[in-house]
């Protein structure tokens, strides 16, 4: 017979991982809805022409794309959520109430080489905003992503806001010497920054046409990173670029501090996230320590609905997948002691004419909402049984054997020791507190 294995760049979720999974989700979505954000969902796949016409035909590379057998249309598993929640905008045009605050955790999928923190299925948080141009808006979708870390355990010495301006970083490209036609080339160089090697970076930010001194100035500006407090002015001369250039910078700095999250955030003008149709600001959330990716990625996109045929509609978002994150949570011990959910009550069958009984007991006991599991082994030796029910983590087994005959079950406290013989009448009361009628 074959055997078979879970494909290349996915993940087996076993009662253990799910634990994990659902500590962090339960994070995301308790901080979403915290911050007034509603939940979303849309299809696994979608029509292939929602992510070209997004990111260009190169994109296709990189997709899960298939046509069914005899049809015409072509699609492909959602490497993103952004398109889709873009269409479901522009689905509904002006009718939306504004400002639209959304929030979802699909699953994404792209083609790509797995490697460590990038596998070819994950689960991604990700929290928009739309209808509200102004720096605010920006401040409260990050402010969810950091309290969503801020609950799994990390801080702002452990994780680092890298923030930048696309339109404070253009004009100062251009006050630099950069052409407008250049532009999207020198995005892309800013984007790779930290990847090439110092000759490489030197060579291509030398065919954007600029000088030796514009070189030197450019390479300041790709490697600028200063504490949020810093003044823009400050930035602007130390790179020999007009003040005027970082303006878009003040007010974002203003509403950060107003939204209580300054001590995370800092500039880094290498920040550009390359794609095309991002505007204004993006950021990207690091682990201080440098050795994993980027835990989440975030921008402006203000044109992507009127793109898919919606109105004009300011919107800005990020993305938070599980992979990186996990691993960073893990690293610093952070997941240790995460497990299933453990019953309360496990009950046992200590005699042959108990077993009927005994499922009349797990039923109630669960009908009234108490967490009950019971043994499936066909043996009445109680210590093998009572082994079963600390494995599983129990509070509590119940012991339903020969003082059924008076009514009458054993309780036995797992955790603390002890027990006592109580009616089986009782027994919901004891594990809810309530009457038991």
């Not at 409260?140 to 339109?167: F, Q, Y």
């Not at 975030?298 to 992979?323: K, N, Q």
Request: hydrophobic share 40%; charged share 25%.
């Amino acid at each position: 017979m074959p055997t078979f294995k879970a494909p290349k760049g996915t993940r087996d979720f076993y009662p253990e991982d799910m634990a994990v999974r659902r500590r962090i989700e339960d994070a995301w979505r308790s901080a979403s809805i915290g911050h007034g954000f509603e939940e979303i969902e849309g299809p696994t796949f979608e029509h292939l022409g929602l992510y070209t016409v997004k990111s260009g035909d190169g994109i296709v590379s990189e997709l899960f794309s298939f046509r069914r057998s005899g049809g015409t249309d072509d699609y492909a598993l959602r490497p993103e959520f952004t398109p889709t929640l873009a269409r479901m905008v522009a689905a509904r045009g002006g009718s939306l109430p504004r400002p639209i605050k959304w929030f979802a955790i699909p699953s994404h999928f792209r083609a790509e080489r797995p490697q460590r923190g990038r596998l070819r299925e994950f689960f991604q948080w990700n929290v928009d905003m739309l209808g509200l141009d102004d720096p605010s808006a920006d401040a409260e979708v990050l402010s969810t992503g950091l309290a969503a870390l801020d609950a799994l355990g990390l801080r702002p010495d452990v994780a680092t806001v890298r923030l930048s301006h696309r339109d404070a970083v253009a004009s100062a490209l251009e006050a630099l010497g950069v052409e407008r036609e250049s532009m999207y080339a020198a995005f892309q160089l800013l984007d790779r920054r930290d990847k090439l090697p110092p000759e490489e970076f030197a060579k291509k930010a030398g065919d954007l046409g600029l000088g030796p001194d514009g070189l030197a100035a450019f390479d300041r500006l790709a490697r600028i990173r200063r504490p949020i407090t810093v003044d823009p002015a400050e930035i602007a001369a130390e790179t020999g670029v007009p003040v005027a250039a970082f303006e878009p910078m003040v007010a974002l700095r203003e509403a950060l501090d107003d939204a209580g999250v300054s001590e995370w955030c800092e500039w880094d003008l290498g920040i550009v996230r390359g794609l095309a149709y991002y505007t204004g600001t993006v950021f990207e959330v690091h682990e201080t320590g440098g050795g994993e990716r980027a835990i989440a990625g975030g921008c402006r996109y203000d044109g992507l609905v009127e793109l898919m045929g919606g109105p004009p509609t300011s919107a800005v978002g990020f993305g938070m997948g599980d992979v990186v994150l996990g691993l960073v949570l893990r690293d610093r011990g952070l997941l240790d002691g995460i497990e299933p959910p453990r019953p309360t009550v496990f009950v046992l069958v200590a005699d042959d004419v108990a077993e009927r009984p005994a499922a009349r007991i797990l039923a109630s006991l669960r009908q009234a909402g108490v967490h009950a599991r019971r043994s499936y082994r066909a043996t009445r030796n109680v210590g093998k049984l009572m082994s079963e029910a600390s494995r599983a983590g129990a509070g509590h087994a119940v012991i339903v054997g020969r003082e059924l005959e008076e009514g009458m079950v054993v309780v036995k406290d797992l955790r603390g020791g002890g027990q006592e013989t109580i009616p089986v009448d009782s027994l919901v009361t004891m594990f809810t507190g309530g009457d038991d009628e």
